[in-house]
């Protein structure tokens, strides 16, 4: 924060003595290059962690597919100009889901962004975000502005995935962390939740139990058109949002 208000006083300073002098030319120059910084996203794929390996189901692992798709987005996201960080480097990478926040927020992410697969009752895809401050390990978190900010992502990349999805994949409700298994089990809020200082949320991005949900996201072409979906509905965040800057 400090740094950041430093920036900008210097900032400020810079573009005053520039006008004194008459450079519109420089002033635009300063401009640009202040806005230059482009957006990072963290993508998690989800599983292995302390919580679990994931679900398997219809022969189908919920950790390679979460990797798979989060290879395709990463992909997307970068041949569209927006920077990643990976909270994982390979497939069976234990990491806690502690470390996968604390890795977006060091990275200073504009979104951590979670992917899951479900198993149990239900079919499509379907958002999760923290709505309340939990506790784990000493530490209390997510604050207030970050749990607005998480709503706002949850809700806009969701309706921004609706149609691309359409015909595809269900849609559901954007839930918050309450209404997952772990999250109900520890005060309403996800141990990822509880750490991250940046923006997050979560998808569940079929249930695998489902046959035709299993299709979809077994075949290339359902991974892709999911991490198509995800890159369009992320983009979308990034340009509509109004909760949050990191930098
Ligand atoms: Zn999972």
Redesign the pocket.
């Known amino acids: 924060m400090t740094f950041f208000l430093l920036r900008s006083t210097r900032r400020a300073l810079l573009r005053g003595l520039l006008l004194s002098l008459g450079c519109a030319a420089c002033l635009s120059a300063t401009s640009t290059s202040a806005q230059a910084r482009p957006f990072l996203v963290c993508i998690d794929p ?2 292995p962690s302390e919580t ?1 390996d ?2 398997s189901d219809n022969g189908l692992s ?1 950790n390679k597919l ?1 990797w798979q798709v989060g290879q395709k987005l990463r992909q997307k996201l970068l041949a569209r100009g927006i920077a990643v960080v990976m909270t994982k480097s390979r497939l069976n990478q234990n990491v806690t889901n502690r470390r996968r926040a604390e890795i977006a927020n060091q990275a200073h992410a504009d979104i951590l962004i979670r992917l ?3 198993d149990g009752s239900g079919r499509g895809f379907g958002w999760y975000y923290p709505d309340r401050s939990g506790h784990k390990y000493g530490v209390s978190g997510p604050p207030r502005e970050v749990q607005a900010a998480s709503r706002e992502a949850a809700t806009l990349i969701n309706s921004a995935m609706i149609p691309v999805l359409r015909g595809s994949l269900s849609s559901n409700p954007v839930r918050t962390d309450a209404a997952t298994f772990v999250g109900g089990n520890q005060g309403g809020v996800l141990t990822g939740s509880i750490f991250a200082r940046v923006p997050t949320a979560l998808i ?1 991005m079929c249930f695998i139990n489902k046959r035709s949900d299993a299709r979809f996201i077994a075949s290339t072409q359902g991974q892709d058109k999911m991490a198509t979906a995800l890159t369009v509905g992320i983009e979308h965040y990034l340009k509509n949002r109004r909760l949050w800057a990191s930098r």
């Open positions: 989800g599983h679990s994931g679900a919920e979460n899951h697969c479900d569940e």
